[in-house]
């Protein structure tokens, strides 16, 4: 009898072994099989190309968070840039057509991305947006990340308040394209002054640039062009000016350090106690605010009444390729995911980190 409740002992064992094992190679092969699944995903990042500003500063933090997230295994991840919106509309078209990614985070050109975006949306292949938003896809888009737009608009507006501004008061808005983004901005902006005594009719009244690209060179274009349009009585009265980019503040700046304006309209501004308000976290204009840049702006800077510019970060596009990894995982990032920005001065520019080249003494 003890040698059979022995034999029997001995068999569960040997059993157990097996089973052991079993459940072992079966782990195994799920390791294996998840690790299939992850060479598998391959993300698109899709943002335009550009060598300087805040499109390439978007580039290049795209770029190198793209090595770091392929190196970690957490996706292959390519990014495309693209010269112009019908550049992107055919690499959008292509990828589409040859299934070559398998997940799309794209910062779209402008809104003439919407008839395509749509196609993306209809293929089943998840994409997130990133800064300019097309609403008539957000519901299909994993998430849509961008900095606070509207809140840009709305933190002007209370700067420009809090330092006098009154209902009615002359007002130069120098936009940066046809997209959500300027929209967005100029929103927060108009709701703004209307929570606080202004009426439509005089909101209508704001005078407004055509746009800029977002381009220093345009900026600085229709700065010229709008001082050569008004008398120096015009110019005396605006004393509020919200430019949508550091790049077109900037663009400002240069004309007014140059020779080539009217002198009598350059002085008219600069005596008429500007308030210029702008956005983005511009490496350059944070030295401008700190009084480091080589061109050496501080004599136009200290005949303005304000500078400012409100944080626009183009490391957040990074925090899209976050959540498109997140919905790979199997997690729900936000839908609409808004990050927070901050007024930039000469009294705080030294607790934030610009983009680009600084261009200092």
Same mark, same amino acid.
């Given at each position: 009898?003890?040698?059979?409740?022995?034999?029997?002992?001995?068999?569960?064992?040997?059993?157990?072994?097996?089973?052991?094992?079993?459940?072992?190679?079966?782990?195994?092969?799920?390791?294996?099989?998840?690790? /299939?699944?992850?060479?598998?995903?391959?993300? $698109?990042?899709?943002?335009?190309?550009?060598?300087?500003?805040?499109?390439?500063?978007?580039?290049?933090?795209?770029?190198?968070?793209?090595?770091?997230?392929?190196?970690?295994?957490?996706?292959?991840?390519?990014?495309?840039?693209?010269?112009?919106?019908?550049?992107?509309?055919?690499?959008?078209?292509?990828?589409?057509?040859?299934?070559?990614?398998?997940?799309?985070?794209?910062?779209?050109?402008?809104?003439?991305?919407?008839?395509?975006?749509?196609?993306?949306?209809?293929?089943?292949?998840?994409? $997130?947006?990133?800064?300019?938003?097309?609403?008539?896809?957000?519901?299909?888009?994993?998430?849509?990340?961008?900095?606070?737009?509207?809140?840009?608009?709305?933190?002007?507006?209370?700067?420009?308040?809090?330092?006098?501004?009154?209902?009615?008061?002359?007002?130069?808005?120098?936009?940066?394209?046809?997209?959500?983004?300027?929209?967005?901005?100029?929103?927060?902006?108009?709701?703004?002054?209307?929570?606080?005594?202004?009426?439509?009719?005089?909101?209508?009244?704001?005078?407004?640039?055509?746009?800029?690209?977002?381009?220093?060179?345009?900026?600085?274009?229709?700065?010229?062009?709008?001082?050569?349009?008004?008398?120096?009585?015009?110019?005396?009265?605006?004393?509020?000016?919200?430019?949508?980019?550091?790049?077109?503040?900037?663009?400002?700046?240069? /004309?007014?350090?140059?020779?080539?304006?009217?002198?009598?309209?350059?002085?008219?501004?600069?005596? $008429?106690?500007?308030?210029?308000?702008?956005?983005?976290?511009?490496?350059?204009?944070?030295?401008?605010?700190?009084?480091?840049?080589?061109?050496?702006?501080? /004599?136009?800077?200290?005949?303005?009444?304000?500078?400012?510019?409100?944080?626009?970060?183009?490391?957040?596009?990074? /925090?899209?390729?976050?959540?498109?990894?997140?919905?790979?995982?199997?997690?729900?990032?936000?839908?609409?995911?808004?990050?927070?920005?901050?007024?930039?001065?000469?009294?705080?520019?030294?607790?934030?980190?610009?983009?680009?080249? $600084?261009?200092?003494?």
């Amino acid at each position: 009898m003890k040698k059979i409740l022995a034999l029997v002992l001995a068999m569960l064992m040997v059993a157990g072994v097996f089973t052991g094992c079993a459940a072992k190679t079966e782990k195994a092969a799920e390791a294996t099989e998840k690790a /299939a699944d992850a060479s598998d995903v391959v993300m $698109a990042v899709l943002v335009p190309n550009a060598d300087h500003g805040w499109t390439g500063a978007v580039m290049k933090y795209a770029e190198e968070y793209a090595q770091k997230l392929t190196g970690d295994g957490k996706a292959k991840v390519n990014v495309i840039t693209s010269t112009d919106a019908a550049n992107q509309i055919q690499q959008v078209e292509d990828l589409i057509e040859n299934k070559t990614a398998t997940h799309v985070v794209i910062l779209p050109q402008d809104n003439t991305l919407e008839a395509t975006l749509k196609k993306l949306a209809d293929s089943g292949i998840p994409f $997130a947006m990133f800064d300019r938003v097309i609403d008539s896809v957000a519901d299909a888009a994993v998430a849509s990340v961008k900095g606070d737009n509207n809140g840009i608009g709305a933190e002007t507006a209370k700067r420009f308040i809090a330092k006098g501004m009154k209902p009615g008061d002359k007002i130069l808005i120098m936009p940066g394209d046809n997209s959500s983004v300027p929209e967005m901005r100029n929103n927060g902006f108009f709701s703004t002054l209307l929570d606080n005594g202004w009426t439509q009719d005089q909101i209508d009244a704001i005078e407004s640039t055509d746009y800029t690209g977002w381009s220093r060179s345009k900026g600085k274009e229709l700065f010229t062009a709008w001082l050569d349009s008004n008398t120096v009585d015009e110019i005396k009265d605006t004393k509020w000016i919200f430019t949508h980019d550091d790049e077109i503040a900037m663009g400002i700046l240069e /004309a007014l350090k140059s020779g080539d304006l009217d002198a009598e309209k350059k002085d008219a501004f600069l005596s $008429a106690g500007v308030n210029l308000g702008t956005s983005s976290g511009l490496n350059e204009m944070y030295s401008v605010l700190k009084g480091i840049h080589q061109k050496d702006y501080t /004599a136009e800077v200290a005949q303005l009444a304000d500078l400012f510019s409100v944080t626009y970060d183009p490391a957040m596009i990074k /925090a899209a390729m976050d959540d498109m990894i997140t919905f790979i995982g199997g997690g729900k990032p936000e839908k609409d995911h808004v990050i927070a920005v901050s007024v930039v001065d000469k009294d705080n520019v030294a607790d934030f980190q610009g983009f680009g080249d $600084a261009v200092s003494k």
